[in-house]
């Protein structure tokens, strides 16, 4: 008996057609994906992995997301809790706003302890600020730094209801943080139109400041109406406004001064106690 190889069937034009649109869909699909996945990554690959331990606990960057989950630490030493720790650098007058959702809401508790807190007396250390879980899975902490020095955020499932009512899960926080300037403004008994006034601007703790991003206003205010005079940036702790010209009345008229800066996402508003004085 003779056998016969099938015959091969003809691929219609227009269903050939229709595959290739099928096939490219599909590559423009899983192209999608994979980048969409690589985006992911990398987003998470710019931020430091929290630690179940102060000793190892990574240090936390102002502005930039950062992930966790208590899902991933192993059980703290009491109840069976999960925590998490991360450390925070903080100047004394710093404001700090942590912004922090959950995927479970009502499930972990936030807390920020005191330089000097570490895994040997954590357990006897008394947080600083604290903010508990929300029902819409969103919170926010606040807080002003009384010292300088590293401080400790714990994030964890303990709580006053116990560790069986919460669950374990994924979370992701941002911290700003608003530095505090101390501004002085000599006082002057003549404010020469011809002549630069210096100002200082320091941290707290007397550091000085250099950065050209903070403006520091020279104001003052004669006749009814408030004044912009001058504008400087600081400079190893040194704000030089420059000499006033024309910016100031004749000689002999009283006016008030002092210098200011309005909040910026660093720096918190400030400004000097207002003084009287003659122009010259």
């Known amino acids: 008996m003779s056998s016969r190889a099938p015959q091969s069937q003809p691929i219609h034009r227009s269903n050939a057609s229709e595959y290739g649109v099928l096939i490219l869909g599909f590559s ?33 960057s102002p502005e930039q997301l950062h992930f966790g989950n208590t899902a991933d630490s192993p059980p703290a030493p009491y109840e069976s809790c999960r925590q998490e720790f991360w450390t925070l650098p903080l100047g004394a007058g710093d404001a700090v706003s942590i912004d922090w959702s959950e995927v479970a809401p009502s499930s972990h508790a936030i807390a920020l302890y005191p330089p000097g807190t570490t895994d040997f007396n954590f357990a006897d250390a008394s947080a600083v600020a604290y903010r508990g879980g929300s029902s819409n899975g969103f919170g926010q902490l606040l807080h002003t730094a009384a010292t300088s020095g590293t401080h400790v955020m714990w994030i964890g499932t303990a709580g006053t209801g116990g560790c069986s009512f919460y669950q374990f899960g994924a979370y992701s926080f941002t911290v700003h943080v608003q530095h505090k300037v101390v501004l002085t403004l000599p006082r002057v008994a003549r404010l020469y139109r011809s002549r630069t006034l210096t100002a200082t601007a320091n941290s707290p703790a007397g550091a000085a400041i250099t950065d050209g991003t903070l403006k520091v206003s020279l104001m003052g205010r004669w006749g009814g109406v408030t004044r912009v005079l001058a504008v400087a940036s600081p400079v190893n702790g040194k704000v030089v406004f420059p000499a006033l010209r024309r910016k100031i009345p004749g000689s002999g008229t009283l006016i008030r001064i002092w210098a200011a800066h309005t909040a910026t996402a660093q720096y918190g508003s400030t400004k000097t106690v207002a003084y009287a004085t003659r122009t010259r």
């Open 28 to 60: 423009r699909l899983f192209v999608v994906m994979l980048s969409f996945a690589l985006g992911v990554l990398g987003a998470g690959a710019g931020t430091a992995m929290a630690a179940s331990t102060i000793g190892a606990a990574p240090p936390i």
